[in-house]
C-alpha cells in the first residue's frame, strides 16, 4: 500500500503559477503510473496529467501546454508545474498512485486547494 501526501496548492492571481507535488510512500515508487486529477464544486472529478513509470505523459486538453508533470524516483515523488493558471483552474487537486502489480488497485492523496483569483 502506498500513502500519498499532496503539498503546494494556494491561492494564486490569473496568470500565476503553481507546483504541486506529492509524496509517496510505503511501497516502490517504481511500480506506480501517478497521476493527477481536479475536483472543481459541482463538478466530476477529472484527469489533469498522467505520467507512467516510464515516464511517458498524458495531459487534458485543457491544460496542454500550460501544465507540466514530472516524477523523481529517487525521491518517490510527483510533481504538477501549472502555469498561466485560469479562474476555471480552482479546483481540488489530487494525486493518484495506479498499482501496476495489483489488479485495478488505485490510492488517493488527501487534496490540495488551488485557488486562482484576482
Known amino acids: 500500500q502506498v500513502q500519498l501526501v499532496e503539498s503546494g496548492g494556494g491561492l494564486v492571481q490569473p496568470g500565476g503559477s503553481l507546483r504541486l507535488s506529492c509524496a509517496a510512500s510505503?511501497?516502490?515508487?517504481?511500480?506506480?503510473?501517478m497521476g493527477w486529477y481536479r475536483q472543481a464544486p459541482g463538478k466530476e472529478r477529472e484527469l489533469v496529467a498522467a505520467?507512467?513509470?516510464?515516464?511517458?505523459?498524458n495531459y487534458a486538453d485543457s491544460v496542454k501546454g500550460r501544465v507540466t508533470i514530472s516524477r523523481d524516483n529517487s525521491k518517490s515523488t510527483v510533481y504538477l508545474q501549472m502555469n498561466g493558471l485560469k479562474p476555471e483552474d480552482t479546483a481540488v487537486y489530487y494525486c493518484?498512485?495506479?498499482?501496476?502489480?495489483?489488479?485495478?488497485?488505485?490510492?488517493w492523496g488527501q487534496g490540495t486547494q488551488v485557488t486562482v483569483s484576482s
Open positions: 510505503g511501497s516502490p515508487f517504481s511500480l506506480y503510473n
Open positions: 493518484n498512485a495506479e498499482s501496476l502489480v495489483l489488479f485495478r488497485t488505485v490510492y
Open positions: 505520467i507512467t513509470n516510464q515516464g511517458s505523459r
